[in-house]
């Protein structure tokens, strides 16, 4: 079993077989941003929906990194990441980690879609400012939630292979 | 994955989509000149990088921004002065009430 360095509280998230809420934030992509429901995303296909902290977290370029090599950007479901950090320094993500395959960054600087998830994680120390806890969510074009994997100590890595097999299911 | 068409614009429940940079007194007279005329439109911000600026390339031939997509007419147009006599002339008079 991995270690876990910070045990986080239990907390009352979105589950599988649940409804995603919908929300609208920008979503950046390697040209540009706009604003764009998830409703709207989930038009075109279903949709692996990642909670994470800030841009330039180890977490962050792990989680990316890991989801390069394993071409899961390339893989039946639209990847599409979310986290408090702004519009400029998305896209200068999607440049740094080249995953320009995403479908985008949503920017969401309040961390209010985190909340609505049951997802907020407060950082130690720092007023006035939280952000996601990691999180995945495997999401069907109805909005059913066929896959979630939530961190429950920080930090912690996802469940990789259970990803993979859930897309493979999709 | 399902593909994506970058040059045309998600949602088009706006009379049209605007292209515009942060902070650029250029589009914001065209966003003045929209809300004068009350027409509906989407922003999309682009890279304040000029280099980056391909998606406008894409659409209007040069770098250059605002540009204008208009979904009622299929106009595609940029420089600021151009599109504030456009706009005028395609949406003065429309509605009428």
């Not at chain 1, 997802?119 to 495997?138: K, S, T, W």
């Amino acid at each position: 079993m991995r270690r876990k360095v910070t045990e986080l509280e239990a907390t009352d998230h979105v589950e599988t077989g649940e409804k995603a809420p919908d929300f609208t934030r920008p979503l950046v992509n390697d040209e540009f941003w706009e604003d764009t429901a998830l409703s709207d995303v989930l038009e075109d296909g279903p949709v692996l929906l990642i909670f994470h902290p800030m841009d330039r977290a180890f977490p962050t370029t792990y989680v990316y990194n890991a989801l390069k090599e394993r071409s899961i950007l390339s893989g039946p479901a639209q990847v599409v990441g979310i986290t408090i950090s702004t519009p400029y320094d998305h896209a200068r993500t999607i440049e740094d980690r080249g995953i320009e395959a995403i479908r985008g960054l949503y920017s969401d600087p309040k961390n209010e879609v985190a909340a609505e998830y049951g997802l907020a994680h407060d950082l130690d120390g720092m007023e006035g400012i939280e952000e996601p806890r990691l999180a995945l969510y495997l999401i069907e074009p109805d909005r059913t939630v066929a896959f979630d994997w939530v961190a429950e100590a920080w930090p912690q890595f996802p469940d990789y292979d259970a990803l993979e097999d859930a897309l493979e299911a999709l | 994955m399902a593909e994506q068409t970058l040059d045309e614009p998600a949602s088009v429940d706006a009379d049209l989509t605007l292209y515009r940079l942060q902070g650029c007194p250029f589009c914001e007279r065209v966003v003045r000149t929209l809300e004068d005329l009350d027409v509906s439109y989407h922003s999309r911000f682009v890279e304040a990088k000029h280099s980056e600026r391909n998606v406008v390339q894409r659409l209007s031939g040069n770098r250059e921004v605002p540009v204008i997509v208009d979904h009622n007419t299929g106009v595609t147009m940029g420089e600021s002065p151009r599109i504030v006599k456009y706009l005028y002339k395609t949406y003065r008079n429309r509605g009428g009430d």
